[in-house]
């Protein structure tokens, strides 16, 4: 059974479908990520026990897989009580499992500041919260902007783990209509083309910004 590209053409339509709950579950577990991946390295950076606590729960995070995550939150958490929507849990695993990393690539970017802009800081008597909005943060940025492009585009390749939980992506999809048909090859293809144009996208948006904060930098 050779590959048929009008079949191809015609499962466009229902994957593109889908794709609305890629971008909304990219973007929030990007967000969500982020923000909670700052948290951690900001709290890592305060030592003390909540800062040991940090450490460990960040190596905890990057030694365990992200389908533990999914499993974990989906099926344990309604035994306390705790039920979510597939969409919410989904969402929720990416965003604590990639905040692991992220928080990684955050150190690596206040790393890279030079120490004396702290000192600097401290010097106009700037509070810590002042020092980590309008000195470390939009550094850090113009330190972390490609690497954090790269967890971008891998959230967006992870997205399809949340089939499992029958949260209607753009694999899941084409998945349905290869089960549906028993062609596999098209629909499979078409969502590999179509994440490779997110992919893309995501990459040419992050370099611009990058650009555009390093333009920044040098004025």
Do not use: H
């Amino acid at each position: 059974m050779g590959f048929d590209a009008g079949f191809a053409l015609s499962t466009i339509p229902t994957i593109l479908g889908a794709i609305g709950a890629t971008l909304i579950a990219t973007v929030l577990s990007c967000v969500g990520a982020s923000v909670v991946g700052f948290g951690f390295e900001m709290i890592r950076r305060g030592g003390g026990v909540p800062g040991l606590a940090v450490r460990f729960l960040i190596d905890f995070i990057r030694s365990t897989p992200v389908l533990a995550w999914l499993y974990f939150l989906y099926f344990v958490l309604p035994f306390y009580g705790i039920r979510l929507g597939a969409m919410t849990v989904g969402i929720l695993a990416l965003s604590l499992y990639y905040s692991g990393y992220l928080a990684e690539v955050f150190k690596a970017g206040i790393d890279a500041i030079p120490k004396g802009q702290q000192e600097a800081a401290r010097a106009l008597s700037l509070n810590r919260r002042d020092t980590v909005i309008f000195v470390i943060a939009p550094q850090m940025l113009r330190n972390i902007a490609a690497p954090l492009g790269n967890y971008l585009v891998s959230i967006l390749k992870a997205t399809p783990y949340l089939a499992i939980l029958a949260v209607p992506e753009m694999l899941g999809r084409a998945f349905d209509i290869a089960s549906e048909t028993y062609r596999y090859a098209e629909p499979l293809t078409v969502a590999g083309i179509l994440f490779l144009a997110l992919a893309l996208v995501i990459s040419y948006g992050v370099k611009r910004i990058e650009q555009r904060l390093l333009a920044t930098g040098r004025r």
